[in-house]
């Protein structure tokens, strides 16, 4: 977004830097939602996965996808649409239960033990700023 209102091409590098090595980590799930640190020397069934990571990420990359090639657009695009069909399919709330919230198994600060494997309220916002954008990117132009 700094890039959209500055059109000053540092921070759209930097921004393909942070989406390369997001998209590149050795340990990403196949599900898109990463671990809640994914720099961990070894992951198991029983290591929480960070929802509001995902959704933060998604997010990002429908923006960057409106300045960077076609071949990097379509990578995030990728990307991005699989995070947010595994979101609605795997990791939603009920409607009705957990006060509300829409997302579920996001994580605050793990090492302190606070906000571990909870919706978080800025996991479902940048959820639905992703959902916003996805839509946007779908819709014909005139």
Aim: net charge negative.
């Amino acid at each position: 977004m700094v890039y959209r209102f500055t059109h000053d091409k540092r921070f759209l590098e930097q921004a393909r830097h942070i989406a390369d090595f997001w998209l590149s980590l050795p340990h990403l799930p196949a599900d898109g939602i990463p671990y809640w640190d994914m720099k961990l020397p070894s992951y198991d069934a029983s290591t929480h996965r960070d929802v509001s990571a995902a959704t933060l990420c998604a997010s990002a990359l429908y923006e960057l996808s409106l300045y960077v090639s076609p071949d990097d657009a379509r990578r995030y695009l990728q990307y991005a649409d699989k995070v947010t069909t595994s979101l609605f399919e795997h990791y939603r709330a009920e409607p009705g239960s957990h006060h509300g919230f829409l997302l579920l198994h996001s994580v605050g600060h793990h090492p302190a033990d606070s906000e571990v494997d909870v919706p978080l309220n800025y996991a479902d916002y940048y959820y639905l700023e992703a959902m916003q954008r996805r839509r946007e990117l779908r819709m014909p132009t005139k």
